[in-house]
C-alpha cells in the first residue's frame, strides 16, 4: 500500500485509491475447459436446432454432472465451459462423465450432427471474482482444450502428477507442448477412461514397432539373399552337398495320425470356483458346451426390513417380501466375461487373472453382457433388483453385517476388513466366507451393479421386491462396496449410485434368474 502526503500537516496516510496488495483473492484450483468441437459448423447447418441441443446439454448434462462431482460451473460461452474444481481427482472424472455420456447423446442422430466436446484441465493457482476466474491457470486449460480431439479429455502435468496413482485409468503421454500465449512448454497427457483402452494403445505401439522390426529384418534378408544369387555358382560337388529339396516331406508326420485327446486342463471354469459339469463334446472354441455360465443359488424368497438409519439414503426402514429367484454365487469373473469378449458382444477384454471378480465395468457394460449370456444359454439372466440384492446380502439376518454387529476379518474383502486396498484386483471369488445363503462376495470385493434407476431414499419404493425404475436414470445404484472401501460400504444396507455410462475401477456386478 502506497502513501500520501498531506501537505497541510506535513503527515503521510494510506493511499486507499490503490488496491491492497491481497485485495484479489486467489486460491489453487483445478480448472476444467470445455467447448464444442465444429460449433460454427452445428449453426449453419440448423442455427435453432443446435442452440437448443446446446441449452438442454448443458442444462441437463454439464452443470448436474459438475454438481455431483463437486466442482462449481464458473461460467459458459455459448459453446464453452469453464469450472472450478477442489479436487484434481473430481475435475478429471466429471470430464470423463461428460465425455462418455455424449457417446450416448450422440448414436441416435447422424455423424455430422454430433456435439462433441474437446477438455482441458489443468492445475493452477487463479484469482477469484464474484464470476469468473483469470490468470495462466485457466488459459492454460483453454489452451489444452484447444488442441485436444473431439471427444477427448487433455490434462497438464500438474493434474497427472495429483491423479496418476488415484485413478485406473489410462494416460498417454504426448510430451511437451507449446501452446498460444504460455511462455514455458506444457507437459501434455491424454486421458484414456479406462485401463482396457490403455492397454489397447500400448498394444497397438507394440504391434507398429514390431511391424517395423519385421519390415528391417525382411530388407536385410533380402539383402543377404540377393547377394548370395548375385555369386558366381558353385562347383557340382558343392551343390550335391546341399540338403535335397524333396526330403522335407518325408520328415512330416502322417496327415492320418490321430489328434492327441484334449485334457483336463482345458475345462473353461475357474480354478476356485465349484466345478460344473463339461459336456462330453466339449471344446476350446466359444461353443455353447464350453461357455463359461454362471454358478447360481436358488433362494426361496420372503419378507425382510430393508434398509437401515445409518445414512439418509437409507430410510425409511420398511418391510419387502422378494420372490424366490436364484443369485449369482459369485460375482461374474473376467473368464466368464471375456467369453463375451472374445463373442464380439462385450466392449471390451478384461485383464487380470481368470478366477477373479471383472472390473471396470459400467451398468451399460453388464448389460450387454447379460443380453449376450441370456441369447447363448436361452435363460433369462438379469440383473438383480435392488431389494432382491440386499435381501440376497442379508443371508436371512438382520444385523448390520450379515455375520453380526461387528467388523470380523474374512468375511468380507474391503481395505479396513485385512484386505490390501493397494491391489489392483480384488481377490479372487470364493476367497472368503460365503453368507448363510451360501453366497460370496456379497459386501466388498467388488461393486456391484443392480438393474434400479437411483432414487436419494426410500420414499415411494415398491414392497414387492420388484425394480424401481423412474428416478434419475442417467444413474444407476450400485451395491456392496470394495475391496478399496472401509467397513460401512460393505453392509448390506449401504447403497450408492454411479453414473449409467461410465466405467469405474472397482465396478462389478453379478447375475440373477426368476424361476
Known amino acids: 500500500m502506497g502513501e500520501i502526503r498531506d501537505f497541510k500537516s506535513g503527515r503521510s496516510q494510506p493511499d486507499n485509491t490503490q488496491p491492497p496488495g491481497n485485495s484479489m483473492p486467489r486460491r489453487l484450483a483445478a480448472i476444467v475447459a470445455g467447448d464444442i468441437a465444429g460449433y460454427s459448423r452445428l449453426m449453419q447447418l440448423d442455427e435453432e436446432g443446435t442452440h437448443t441441443r446446446v441449452k438442454r446439454t448443458l442444462r441437463d448434462l454439464i452443470e448436474p454432472t459438475i454438481a455431483e462431482h463437486h466442482g462449481k460451473l464458473v461460467k459458459t460461452t455459448g459453446d464453452g465451459f469453464i469450472a472450478m474444481f477442489d479436487s484434481p481427482v473430481e475435475a478429471v472424472r466429471c470430464s470423463i462423465v461428460i465425455q462418455q455420456n455424449m457417446i450416448g447423446r450422440n448414436a441416435a442422430i447422424a455423424r455430422d450432427h454430433w456435439i462433441e466436446y474437446r477438455i482441458g484441465v489443468n492445475l493452477g493457482d487463479v484469482i477469484i471474482e464474484p464470476d469468473d476466474i483469470y490468470g495462466d491457470g485457466v488459459n492454460v486449460a483453454s489452451r489444452l482444450e484447444g488442441i485436444a480431439a473431439p471427444g477427448d479429455v487433455f490434462i497438464s502435468g500438474g493434474i497427472y502428477e495429483q491423479i496418476k496413482h488415484k485413478m485406473v485409468c489410462g494416460y498417454e503421454s504426448l510430451g511437451d507442448k507449446k501452446v498460444k500465449n504460455i511462455t514455458d512448454p506444457v507437459r501434455v497427457y491424454r486421458v484414456l477412461p479406462d485401463a482396457a483402452a490403455y492397454q489397447r494403445t500400448r498394444r497397438r505401439r507394440e504391434s507398429i514397432l514390431l511391424t517395423l522390426l519385421g519390415l528391417a529384418i525382411a530388407i536385410i534378408a533380402g539383402g543377404v539373399l540377393w547377394y548370395l544369387l548375385a555369386q558366381p555358382r558353385g562347383k557340382p560337388a558343392d551343390v550335391a552337398q546341399a540338403p535335397s529339396p524333396t526330403a522335407a516331406p ?20 475357474p480354478s476356485a470356483a465349484p466345478t460344473q ?51 449369482g454365487k459369485y460375482p461374474v469373473t473376467v473368464r466368464e466375461w471375456n467369453a463375451c469378449a472374445a463373442a464380439k458382444a462385450c466392449g471390451f477384454t478384461a485383464s487380470g487373472k481368470d478366477d477373479v471378480p471383472v472390473t471396470n465395468v459400467s451398468w451399460s457394460d453388464a448389460k450387454q453382457y447379460l443380453t449376450w449370456l441370456a441369447e447363448a444359454t436361452k435363460k433369462a439372466y438379469r440383473l438383480p433388483s435392488e431389494a432382491e440384492w440386499e435381501y440376497a446380502a442379508r443371508g436371512g439376518t438382520q444385523s448390520k453385517y450379515w455375520w453380526g454387529d461387528q467388523m ?33 462376495d456379497m459386501g466388498g470385493g467388488v461393486d456391484q451393479w443392480v438393474e434400479d434407476c437411483w432414487h436419494r431414499n426410500y420414499q415411494g ?6 425394480v424401481w425404475s423412474g428416478g434419475d436414470c442417467a ?26 455410462n461410465v466405467r469405474y475401477p472397482t465396478h462389478g456386478f453379478r447375475v440373477a434368474l426368476s424361476p
Not at 475 to 500: C, E, F, L
Open 277 to 327: 459339469q463339461a459336456a462330453p463334446q466339449a471344446a476350446p472354441s466359444a461353443s455353447p458346451a464350453a461357455l463359461p455360465e454362471p454358478e447360481m443359488v436358488s433362494l426361496q424368497g420372503g419378507s425382510f426390513s430393508m434398509g437401515s438409519n445409518d445414512d439418509p439414503s437409507e430410510r425409511p426402514i420398511r418391510k419387502v417380501t422378494v420372490k424366490p429367484f436364484a443369485m
Open 461 to 466: 419404493a415398491p414392497a414387492d421386491g420388484s
Open 250 to 269: 518325408t520328415a512330416q508326420p502322417p496327415a492320418s495320425s490321430p489328434a492327441p485327446a484334449p485334457s483336463q486342463s482345458s475345462n473353461p471354469v
Open 408 to 440: 470380523q476379518s474374512g468375511h468380507a474383502g474391503c481395505k479396513d476388513c485385512g484386505g490390501d486396498a493397494a491391489a489392483e484386483q480384488p481377490v479372487k471369488v470364493g476367497s472368503l466366507k460365503p453368507n448363510p445363503f451360501g453366497l460370496y
Open 475 to 500: 444413474s444407476h445404484v450400485i451395491r456392496s462396496g470394495s475391496w478399496k472401501n472401509d467397513a460401512r460400504y460393505v453392509r448390506p444396507a449401504n447403497r450408492d449410485n454411479y453414473d449409467t
